[in-house]
Nanobody, 122 residues
Framework: VQLQASGGGLVQAGGSLRVSCAAS????????MGWFRQAPGKEREFVAA????????SYADSVKGRFTISRDNAKDTVYLQMNSLKPEDTAIYYC????????????????WGQGTLVTVSS
C-alpha cells in the first residue's frame, strides 16, 4: 500500500487549504482512511477519519467545525479541507489507512504516507 500526500503549503491565519492523499496497492474503497498531524516538538495526533463509503466520519475536537474529510473512491483519493486555519494547526499532515475491510473506526493504522507540511502564519 502506498499513500502520497500533497497540497501542503503556507497560508495565513483564517485562510483555507486542502490537502490530498492518493492511495494505491489495494482496493481503496473498502478501507477507512485517516489524517494525522505532527507539530514540531509534539507527538503525532489524530485529526480525522472517514469510513470506506464516506458515510461515517470522526474528528478531533480541535478541528471540529473547521476541517472536513472526504473521499473520492473513483480516484482513490482522500481529502482534508481545512478552513479557519490557526497557527496551532501548523504541522506535517499524514494520511493513513489500515484495519480490516469495511471496519470503522480503526484502533490501529498500518500504512502511512510521507506527509505534507502545512504552515499557518499569524
Amino acid at each position: 500500500v502506498q499513500l502520497q500526500a500533497s497540497g501542503g503549503g503556507l497560508v495565513q491565519a483564517g485562510g483555507s487549504l486542502r490537502v490530498s492523499c492518493a492511495a494505491s496497492g489495494r482496493t481503496f474503497s473498502m478501507y477507512t482512511m485517516g489524517w494525522f498531524r505532527q507539530a514540531p516538538g509534539k507527538e503525532r495526533e489524530f485529526v480525522a477519519a472517514i469510513s470506506w463509503g464516506g458515510v461515517s466520519t470522526s474528528y478531533a475536537d480541535s478541528v471540529k467545525g473547521r476541517f472536513t474529510i472526504s473521499r473520492d473512491n473513483a480516484k482513490d483519493t482522500v481529502y482534508l479541507q481545512m478552513n479557519s486555519l490557526k497557527p496551532e494547526d501548523t504541522a506535517i499532515y499524514y494520511c493513513a489507512t489500515g484495519g480490516k475491510r469495511y471496519a470503522f473506526p480503526l484502533d490501529q493504522y498500518d500504512y502511512w504516507g510521507q506527509g505534507t507540511l502545512v504552515t499557518v502564519s499569524s
